[in-house]
């Protein structure tokens, strides 16, 4: 048996105990070490998440270790033992997304943790496809790789190119991700926030040069001058929030980019005459690909991305249940908290 934590409904964590998952050929058991809180996870938990149900084991920024596994023939490369993370979007391999080598955006996805039962738990079983094996990162690092792949595929879904003007829109551990992922293609960053305390974090320990308080001046005529009057050539969205997005589009250089990492439910609106001038581009980004979490593994390990500048809070297993509420609620200061065993 195996100690599990559900979210039986919005603002109850209930701890159970469940039976250790059997494998069938081509899956791996994985015991978790470490599970990263994303905002998915929170609104979750407040109820704020669309289309979920409960109850529901949360949790999908997870490594661990390969504790057993029954692989395929066409399998290599795994051990016992192995230090692994896991990819969590489980798709189909047949729709027209994943036909076309865009597994993250399935028509039929099941993620980890919001469609499907995730890793709160002590073992999770997953197929042997999700699991990345790298024994030279910590469990820490490697519980990252997840959030930071979605700011490194936003970074390349803008196609980022060195020194454009790349405005991003919030610096949460998304927009920090996508701060470091825009910084190694060399770009200029602009950060847009109304937290001036992660304005200042996003000087100190990741030196962008310019940060704009949206709360405390115009940010277009600021960005306006920072470019001199060129506007920015990718806007990058990772608040979810709609009056930014809507009031993003006005940053946007001719020919610019404009990508949505942030969701949000309601409709967003622009000035059709405004966006078609600029000859500009909009487009969701989705999730990572197999190609983004190679990408942030070799970016962990070769330095140029830092788990300490993500992870600002731990708190056991055991404790996590009466303390979540209390992460929840505190934004301005949890930036990544790390779920340990």
């Given at each position: 048996m195996m100690k599990t934590l559900v979210c039986e409904e919005p603002l109850r964590f209930v701890y159970k105990e469940s039976v250790i998952p059997t494998l069938t050929e081509g899956e791996?058991?994985?015991?978790?070490?470490?599970?990263?809180?994303?905002?998915?996870?929170?609104?979750?938990?407040q109820g704020n998440q669309p289309f979920f149900q409960y109850p529901r084991v949360l949790g999908h920024e997870l490594s661990g270790v390969i504790d057993d596994f029954n692989l395929s023939e066409n399998a290599k490369g795994l051990k016992l033992g192995d230090k692994a993370c896991v990819l969590p979007y489980l798709y189909c391999g047949n729709c027209v997304a994943c036909r076309k080598g865009k597994p993250n955006c399935c028509t039929s996805i099941q993620v980890l943790g919001v469609h499907t039962d995730g890793g709160m738990c002590e073992y999770i079983k997953v197929p042997e496809q999700y699991v990345f094996v790298d024994n030279e990162l910590s469990f820490n690092e490697l519980a990252l790789v997840e959030p930071l792949a979605i700011g490194a595929h936003g970074?390349?879904?803008?196609?980022?190119?060195?020194?454009?003007?790349?405005?991003?829109?919030?610096?949460?551990?998304?927009?920090?991700?996508?701060?470091?992922?825009?910084q190694i293609k060399g770009a200029k960053i602009i950060v847009v926030d109304i937290n001036q305390?992660?304005?200042?974090?996003?000087?100190?320990?990741?030196?962008?040069?310019?940060?704009?308080?949206s709360l405390e001046e115009n940010t277009v005529e600021a960005i306006r001058r920072i470019t001199d009057g060129d506007m920015c050539d990718v806007v990058i969205d990772a608040t979810g929030n709609l009056k930014a997005i809507n009031s993003s589009f006005y940053y946007l250089a001719h020919t610019g980019k404009y990508i949505l990492i942030g969701l949000q439910k309601g409709e967003i609106s622009f000035s059709h005459p405004e966006f078609h001038k600029r000859e500009a581009t909009l487009m969701s980004s989705r999730n990572a690909l197999h190609s983004d979490f190679?990408?942030?593994?070799?970016s962990l390990k070769n330095g140029s991305v830092k788990a300490e500048n993500y992870i600002t809070h731990d708190v056991s297993f055991d404790d996590i249940a009466d303390k979540f509420d209390g992460l929840a609620k505190n934004p301005q200061k949890v930036i990544k908290a790390m779920i340990k065993f």
């Open positions: 791996v058991l994985i015991r978790i070490k470490r599970i990263g809180i994303c905002g998915t996870d929170y609104h979750a938990y970074v390349n879904n803008a196609n980022v190119k060195a020194d454009d003007y790349v405005a991003i829109i919030g610096s949460g551990p998304i927009g920090l991700a996508a701060i470091n992922f825009a305390e992660r304005l200042n974090l996003c000087k100190t320990k990741f030196n962008v040069e310019y940060t704009i308080n190679d990408f942030v593994l070799g």
